[in-house]
C-alpha cells in the first residue's frame, strides 16, 4: 500500500479521536524486506522506520543514512546486553527495554556518550510465556528501577497476543503509562493501527501494510 494511503488512514484515525496527527509518529517496519523495497519507502518521503535486529540494520542501514538525510532508526525487537553499544551507535530509539541488566548497560553506555535514544519499555500484556516483556504485575516498579539509573524513560510498548481482541491490551498500556507519568505509547501494527490510535498510541509500528509480506529471510 502506498505510503501515502497509510499517512492518509492514520490522519483519519486521528481525526475520530480527535487527535493531533503531529502527536502520533509513523515507523516504517523493514525488517527482513529487500533493499529495493526500502530504499521506495525513502523515496517517498519516510525517514523513520523500524528494525528487529541489530545486525540487519548494521548491514543495510549506514549506507541509507548517507543516501538519504534525516534517518531515524528504531529498533522494535530483542536487545542483547552486549549489543547495547552498536545498537545506540545505530538507533535513535529502543522499544525493547524489558530488564534492569539491561537498563545498567544501556545507562552506562548513555553516560560515556553523552546522548540517550528514546527509550520505551516493552510490556507482556498478554503474560505469554515466549514472549519478552516486563509483566504488567512488575511495571511500575520497573519504571522506577530505570528512574534510578538515571535514563528518561519515554513510554511504554507492546505487542498483543495474536489471538486475543489487541484493544484490551492497548487500553492496559496506556493505563499503566498513565499512571507511572509516561507519554508515549508504542503500539499498534498493520492489522490494529487504527484502534491503537483511538486509544491513544503515539508511535505505530508498521510493517507489510506499507512494503508488503515479508519475504522470509534464509536461516
Ligand atoms: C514486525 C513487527 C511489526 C510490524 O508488523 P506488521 O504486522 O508487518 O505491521 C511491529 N512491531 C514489532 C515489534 C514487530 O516485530
Redesign the pocket.
Known amino acids: 500500500m502506498p505510503l501515502a494511503d497509510i499517512q492518509n488512514r492514520i490522519e483519519n484515525a486521528c481525526q475520530k479521536a480527535g487527535r493531533s496527527v503531529q502527536d502520533v509518529k509513523l515507523i516504517a517496519?523493514s525488517?527482513v524486506q529487500p533493499n529495493e523495497r526500502v530504499e521506495a519507502v525513502l523515496a517517498e518521503g519516510c525517514r523513520v522506520f523500524?528494525e528487529?535486529r541489530v545486525q540487519e540494520a548494521q548491514g543495510k542501514w549506514p549506507d541509507f543514512k548517507a543516501q538519504f538525510a534525516g534517518v531515524k532508526l528504531h529498533l522494535?525487537?530483542p536487545l542483547q546486553s552486549n549489543k547495547v553499544k552498536p545498537a545506540l551507535e545505530l538507533f535513535d530509539a529502543i522499544h525493547t527495554l524489558d530488564r534492569e541488566k539491561l537498563a545498567r548497560r544501556i545507562a552506562t553506555e548513555v553516560q560515556t556518550r553523552g546522548a540517550c535514544p528514546e527509550l520505551f519499555i516493552q510490556v507482556n500484556t498478554g503474560e505469554e510465556p515466549q514472549k519478552a516483556g516486563v509483566l504488567p504485575a512488575d511495571v511500575d516498579e520497573f519504571v522506577k528501577a530505570c528512574r534510578g539509573f538515571d535514563l528518561k524513560i519515554k513510554g511504554l510498548m507492546c505487542?498483543p497476543p495474536v489471538t486475543e481482541e489487541p484493544s484490551m491490551h492497548f487500553a492496559l498500556l496506556a493505563k499503566m503509562a498513565k499512571r507511572n507519568g509516561l507519554s508515549g505509547l508504542s503500539m499498534g501494527?498493520?492489522?490494529d493501527f487504527e484502534s491503537a490510535i483511538a486509544l491513544g498510541a503515539t508511535h505505530v509500528?508498521?510493517?507489510?501494510?506499507i512494503f508488503g509480506d515479508?519475504v522470509k529471510a534464509p536461516e
Not at 205 to 209: D, E, F, K, M, N
Request: hydrophobic content about 40%.
Open positions: 517496519v525488517k523500524g528487529n522494535i525487537g505487542i501494527m498493520s492489522s509500528r508498521v510493517g507489510s501494510a515479508r
